[in-house]
Protein backbone atom coordinates (compact mmCIF):
# COMPACT_ATOMS: atom_id res chain seq x y z
CA UNK A 1 0.00 0.00 0.00
CA UNK A 2 2.12 2.87 -1.36
CA UNK A 3 0.16 5.63 -0.93
CA UNK A 4 2.74 8.23 -0.97
CA UNK A 5 6.12 7.25 -3.04
CA UNK A 6 9.47 8.75 -2.64
CA UNK A 7 11.43 7.10 -5.55
CA UNK A 8 14.65 8.89 -4.78
CA UNK A 9 16.66 7.10 -1.93
CA UNK A 10 19.33 9.33 -1.88
CA UNK A 11 20.39 12.64 -3.76
CA UNK A 12 23.55 14.73 -3.16
CA UNK A 13 24.28 18.42 -3.99
CA UNK A 14 26.31 20.54 -4.17
CA UNK A 15 26.27 23.46 -0.82
CA UNK A 16 24.88 27.04 -2.65
CA UNK A 17 23.07 24.58 -5.53
CA UNK A 18 19.18 23.75 -5.26
CA UNK A 19 17.91 20.46 -3.77
CA UNK A 20 15.04 18.94 -5.27
CA UNK A 21 13.11 16.40 -3.59
CA UNK A 22 10.27 14.51 -5.16
CA UNK A 23 7.20 12.67 -4.26
CA UNK A 24 4.04 11.25 -5.90
CA UNK A 25 0.72 10.40 -4.61
CA UNK A 26 -1.73 7.85 -5.63
CA UNK A 27 -4.71 8.55 -3.53
CA UNK A 28 -6.59 11.90 -4.68
CA UNK A 29 -8.31 12.30 -1.31
CA UNK A 30 -4.91 13.67 0.04
CA UNK A 31 -6.06 17.50 0.63
CA UNK A 32 -2.38 18.49 2.54
CA UNK A 33 0.70 17.49 2.21
CA UNK A 34 3.87 18.06 4.51
CA UNK A 35 7.71 17.83 4.22
CA UNK A 36 9.30 16.59 7.53
CA UNK A 37 13.18 16.34 7.99
CA UNK A 38 14.84 13.73 10.27
CA UNK A 39 18.58 13.70 11.39
CA UNK A 40 19.84 10.68 12.68
CA UNK A 41 18.75 9.38 16.44
CA UNK A 42 16.12 11.99 16.52
CA UNK A 43 11.96 12.53 15.56
CA UNK A 44 10.88 13.91 12.25
CA UNK A 45 10.55 17.31 12.58
CA UNK A 46 7.94 19.87 10.69
CA UNK A 47 9.49 21.52 7.73
CA UNK A 48 6.49 22.86 5.25
CA UNK A 49 3.38 21.96 4.30
CA UNK A 50 0.70 22.69 1.10
CA UNK A 51 -3.19 22.77 1.00
CA UNK A 52 -4.53 20.68 -2.35
CA UNK A 53 -6.07 24.02 -3.13
CA UNK A 54 -2.51 25.61 -3.68
CA UNK A 55 0.07 24.65 -5.77
CA UNK A 56 2.96 26.59 -4.22
CA UNK A 57 4.37 27.53 -0.66
CA UNK A 58 7.97 29.11 0.31
CA UNK A 59 9.06 29.47 3.30
CA UNK A 60 12.72 31.04 3.72
CA UNK A 61 14.62 28.68 1.67
CA UNK A 62 12.02 26.17 1.45
CA UNK A 63 9.58 25.90 -1.45
CA UNK A 64 6.75 23.52 -2.14
CA UNK A 65 5.20 22.94 -5.25
CA UNK A 66 2.14 20.85 -5.38
CA UNK A 67 0.88 19.50 -9.36
CA UNK A 68 -2.39 17.93 -8.42
CA UNK A 69 -3.29 16.79 -11.78
CA UNK A 70 0.01 14.49 -12.07
CA UNK A 71 -0.30 13.65 -7.89
CA UNK A 72 3.38 15.11 -7.78
CA UNK A 73 4.49 17.37 -4.99
CA UNK A 74 8.54 18.02 -5.12
CA UNK A 75 10.05 20.07 -2.37
CA UNK A 76 13.10 22.65 -3.74
CA UNK A 77 15.72 23.79 -1.10
CA UNK A 78 17.58 27.53 -2.27
CA UNK A 79 20.39 27.90 -1.71
CA UNK A 80 21.63 24.24 -0.21
CA UNK A 81 23.43 24.30 2.86
CA UNK A 82 25.31 21.34 4.97
CA UNK A 83 22.92 21.61 7.53
CA UNK A 84 20.53 20.69 5.13
CA UNK A 85 21.57 17.06 5.37
CA UNK A 86 18.92 14.68 6.67
CA UNK A 87 16.24 12.10 5.65
CA UNK A 88 13.59 13.86 3.98
CA UNK A 89 10.11 12.77 4.10
CA UNK A 90 7.07 13.76 2.18
CA UNK A 91 3.30 12.87 4.31
CA UNK A 92 0.03 13.51 3.41
CA UNK A 93 -3.01 13.37 4.94
CA UNK A 94 -7.06 13.68 4.23
CA UNK A 95 -9.60 14.84 6.11
CA UNK A 96 -11.59 12.43 8.35
CA UNK A 97 -8.05 9.95 8.52
CA UNK A 98 -6.13 11.03 11.83
CA UNK A 99 -3.20 9.90 10.73
CA UNK A 100 -0.04 11.64 7.94
CA UNK A 101 0.70 8.77 5.44
CA UNK A 102 4.42 9.36 4.82
CA UNK A 103 6.36 8.50 1.80
CA UNK A 104 9.77 6.12 2.15
CA UNK A 105 12.39 9.16 2.79
CA UNK A 106 15.21 10.78 0.65
CA UNK A 107 18.55 11.48 2.08
CA UNK A 108 19.60 14.56 1.22
CA UNK A 109 23.50 14.54 1.33
CA UNK A 110 25.20 18.19 0.41
CA UNK A 111 28.41 18.68 -0.30
CA UNK A 112 30.79 21.00 0.56
CA UNK B 1 10.65 25.47 23.10
CA UNK B 2 8.10 22.45 23.96
CA UNK B 3 8.79 19.41 22.84
CA UNK B 4 7.61 15.74 22.90
CA UNK B 5 10.00 13.55 25.02
CA UNK B 6 10.34 9.94 24.94
CA UNK B 7 11.32 7.12 26.91
CA UNK B 8 13.39 5.26 27.52
CA UNK B 9 15.59 6.13 24.35
CA UNK B 10 16.59 3.12 23.53
CA UNK B 11 14.96 -0.82 25.21
CA UNK B 12 16.16 -4.38 24.31
CA UNK B 13 13.98 -7.12 25.19
CA UNK B 14 13.79 -10.61 24.85
CA UNK B 15 11.07 -11.98 22.21
CA UNK B 16 7.77 -12.73 24.46
CA UNK B 17 8.23 -10.16 26.90
CA UNK B 18 6.14 -7.25 27.76
CA UNK B 19 7.35 -3.72 26.53
CA UNK B 20 5.90 -0.70 28.22
CA UNK B 21 7.42 2.76 25.90
CA UNK B 22 6.54 5.91 26.88
CA UNK B 23 5.70 9.45 26.04
CA UNK B 24 4.85 12.72 26.92
CA UNK B 25 2.86 14.84 24.64
CA UNK B 26 3.14 18.76 24.60
CA UNK B 27 0.65 19.98 27.13
CA UNK B 28 -1.77 21.68 25.53
CA UNK B 29 -1.64 18.94 22.85
CA UNK B 30 -5.03 16.67 22.41
CA UNK B 31 -4.62 14.58 19.76
CA UNK B 32 -1.71 11.95 20.22
CA UNK B 33 -0.18 9.05 17.73
CA UNK B 34 2.53 6.30 17.73
CA UNK B 35 4.20 5.56 14.79
CA UNK B 36 7.13 3.41 13.86
CA UNK B 37 9.80 2.90 11.49
CA UNK B 38 11.70 -0.41 10.91
CA UNK B 39 15.15 0.26 9.92
CA UNK B 40 15.56 1.74 6.91
CA UNK B 41 11.45 1.10 5.86
CA UNK B 42 9.02 4.26 5.87
CA UNK B 43 7.53 5.70 8.63
CA UNK B 44 4.43 3.75 9.61
CA UNK B 45 1.26 4.78 11.52
CA UNK B 46 -0.16 2.54 14.28
CA UNK B 47 -2.50 4.82 16.13
CA UNK B 48 -4.25 7.83 17.22
CA UNK B 49 -5.68 8.62 20.57
CA UNK B 50 -7.90 11.43 21.40
CA UNK B 51 -10.49 11.96 24.45
CA UNK B 52 -9.12 8.90 25.92
CA UNK B 53 -9.80 6.52 23.32
CA UNK B 54 -8.31 5.13 20.27
CA UNK B 55 -9.67 6.83 17.30
CA UNK B 56 -7.82 5.59 14.53
CA UNK B 57 -5.52 2.21 14.50
CA UNK B 58 -3.78 0.40 11.52
CA UNK B 59 -3.29 -2.93 10.52
CA UNK B 60 -0.31 -3.13 12.46
CA UNK B 61 -2.10 -2.65 15.58
CA UNK B 62 -3.62 -5.82 16.66
CA UNK B 63 -4.21 -7.27 19.73
CA UNK B 64 -0.63 -7.62 20.62
CA UNK B 65 -0.56 -3.65 21.28
CA UNK B 66 -2.79 -0.85 23.67
CA UNK B 67 -2.07 2.45 24.48
CA UNK B 68 -3.33 4.11 27.43
CA UNK B 69 -3.24 7.92 28.76
CA UNK B 70 -2.67 7.40 32.77
CA UNK B 71 -2.58 10.57 33.70
CA UNK B 72 -2.54 14.21 32.45
CA UNK B 73 0.96 13.93 31.05
CA UNK B 74 2.04 10.53 30.17
CA UNK B 75 0.89 8.70 26.82
CA UNK B 76 1.96 4.67 26.87
CA UNK B 77 2.35 2.28 24.15
CA UNK B 78 2.38 -1.39 25.21
CA UNK B 79 3.40 -4.53 23.59
CA UNK B 80 2.36 -7.54 25.15
CA UNK B 81 4.66 -10.29 23.87
CA UNK B 82 6.91 -9.28 21.58
CA UNK B 83 8.22 -10.64 18.27
CA UNK B 84 11.50 -9.94 16.70
CA UNK B 85 9.47 -7.87 13.58
CA UNK B 86 8.69 -5.79 16.34
CA UNK B 87 12.01 -4.14 16.10
CA UNK B 88 12.24 -0.73 15.27
CA UNK B 89 11.94 2.94 16.11
CA UNK B 90 8.93 3.76 17.96
CA UNK B 91 7.72 7.72 17.24
CA UNK B 92 5.21 9.09 19.84
CA UNK B 93 3.45 12.48 18.28
CA UNK B 94 1.11 15.16 19.46
CA UNK B 95 -0.90 17.90 17.42
CA UNK B 96 -3.36 20.44 18.76
CA UNK B 97 -5.55 19.43 16.63
CA UNK B 98 -5.78 16.76 13.90
CA UNK B 99 -6.07 18.55 10.35
CA UNK B 100 -3.67 18.73 7.93
CA UNK B 101 -3.23 22.34 8.56
CA UNK B 102 -1.41 21.37 11.66
CA UNK B 103 1.21 19.52 11.73
CA UNK B 104 2.42 16.80 14.38
CA UNK B 105 5.21 17.37 16.90
CA UNK B 106 7.48 14.01 17.11
CA UNK B 107 9.60 12.90 20.01
CA UNK B 108 13.14 11.81 19.09
CA UNK B 109 11.81 7.65 19.35
CA UNK B 110 12.70 4.72 21.16
CA UNK B 111 14.79 2.39 19.71
CA UNK B 112 12.66 -1.15 20.82
CA UNK B 113 15.13 -4.14 19.93
CA UNK B 114 14.12 -7.53 20.11
CA UNK B 115 16.24 -10.01 21.18
Known amino acids: DQQVKQNSPSLSVQEGRISILNCDYTNSMFDYFLWYKKYPAEGPTFLIS?????DKNEDGRFTVFLNKSAKHLSLHIVPSQPGDSAVYFCAAYYQGAQKLVFGQGTRLTINP | EPEVTQTPSHQVTQMGQEVILRCVPI?????FYWYRQILGQKVEFLVSFYNNEISEKSEIFDDQFSVERPDGSNFTLKIRSTKLEDSAMYFC?????????????FGQGTRLTVV
Open chain 2, 93 to 105: ASSIQVSGSTEAF
Open chain 2, 27 to 31: SNHLY
Open chain 1, 50 to 54: ISSIK
